[in-house]
């Protein structure tokens, strides 16, 4: 009998070390950062991850695709991004689709290092978002990398506090380009080259930014993370884009030569909070227009995304396409969108060139009024609205209005 108690006993306390054992691979096997090609589901806190073809990509095929989804239990929102790890590989190309509402297909070039592929996505309690990746090559090259979901663990970085002060509409309520927007249409969802972003339109109240001394407006969440801002005020009514010959390369300018004068005195002892970013310039062109010009005022397309160059500065213009999608037309004066500020007397250049004649330059401004021209010479004299980006990382306090703008807590 006393045998027998033993036995049990031994059966018991193996097949327990077992469960142990097992338990343990499968915390480890199921961790985010335990990599495999099998299908997978993990959970954090109140949101479960499911990787239907697990998250590694590893790849020789034509076409491969990838299946995962975000699930959140909880009552609250959560915020999240989406990410590629170790991207290798060479000629090939990613699409990703979504169920989320509004979510537009983002298409790119696949990378060649990591590489935020959304900007900080919010999940409301009780949803889940759904993603398919898929990989396209003409070639049968070896394509590595790996699919990370991201939580955002400060929810008070400044992406985030823009995200949970504001419903991101799926579209405006006015036609961009064609339509001048005088009421507040908020935050809107679109994509831009770095995944998907949020701007601001209209006669917006709440994207007022404290930051060095002087009261900014947010234009924009980039797709990366960073919040794009634009200066309420100018910071000279008598500058010209270029006085001698000039080739559109922005650095080249005397325009980028006095804001970033003015970045040495005002900004230099924030560097590390404002982000290295790129601005467009769009020098394509067709007969005597440039593409932006074309774009705006016979196809009323503005968009996010770059077609022409860019440059990597911490301090630039708007685009014009930017002016468009924020409530400016070429038609018809607004003065009522957050860009037009009574205490500026003069026109102001954006950074988009509109056409060239006998090598002359000319660039679309926005009117004191609130209005797009047609082009004006580059050498006459007009104003400077410095624009930058904060890093994301950053975070803030406040609500945005103008009595409690949100105040960048520098690094």
Partial sequence: MLKKYKLTLIVIA????????????????????????????YIDGDLSFNYINGNIIDTT????????????????????????????????????????????????NYPSDTLR???????????????????RQEQNNQITGKLVVELEKEMNTFANMILKNNIANMAPATKASLEIATENEGLIETTDDTGTCYYFRGA?????????NYTWRIVKINGDGTVKLILDDVINNNTQFYSEAYDLTFQTSNLYQILQE????????????????????????????????????????????CLGQTETLKIGLLTADELALAGATNTEDNKEFY???????????????????????????????????????????????????????????????????YVVNTL
């Fill in 204 to 212: 917006v109240t709440n994207n007022y930014v404290s930051f060095a």
């Fill in 117 to 135: 592929y959304g900007a900080t996505i919010k999940i409301d309690g009780g949803e889940t978002h759904s993603y398919t990746f898929t990989i």
């Fill in 14 to 41: 193996t097949l327990v070390g077992c469960a142990i054992t097992a338990g343990i691979g499968y915390l480890y096997f199921d961790s985010p950062l335990y990599g495999k090609k099998e299908a997978f589901v």
């Fill in 262 to 305: 003015w970045y040495q005195t005002n900004l230099k002892e924030y560097d590390s909070t404002i982000a290295n970013a790129k601005y467009c310039t769009d020098a394509n062109i067709e007969n005597s227009d440039y593409a932006t010009k074309t774009r705006l005022y016979t196809d009323h397309d503005p968009i996010f995304h």
């Fill in 339 to 405: 860009l037009k500020n009574d205490n500026i007397q003069s026109s102001w250049w954006s950074m988009s060139p509109a056409s060239i004649d006998q090598e002359e330059y000319r660039f679309i401004e926005i009117s004191q009024n609130g209005r797009l021209n047609n082009g004006t010479l580059g050498n006459l004299f007009r104003g400077a609205r410095p624009v930058i980006n904060i890093v994301k990382r950053v975070t803030v306090t406040g609500t945005g209005t103008m009595n409690d703008p």
């Fill in 61 to 108: 095929e034509q076409e491969t695709t990838y299946e995962f989804s975000i699930t959140n239990t909880a009552i609250i929102p959560y915020y999240y991004n989406l990410i590629i790890e170790d991207a290798k590989g060479d000629n090939a190309t990613f699409e990703v689709k979504s169920n989320r509402k509004g979510f537009q297909t983002i298409k790119r």
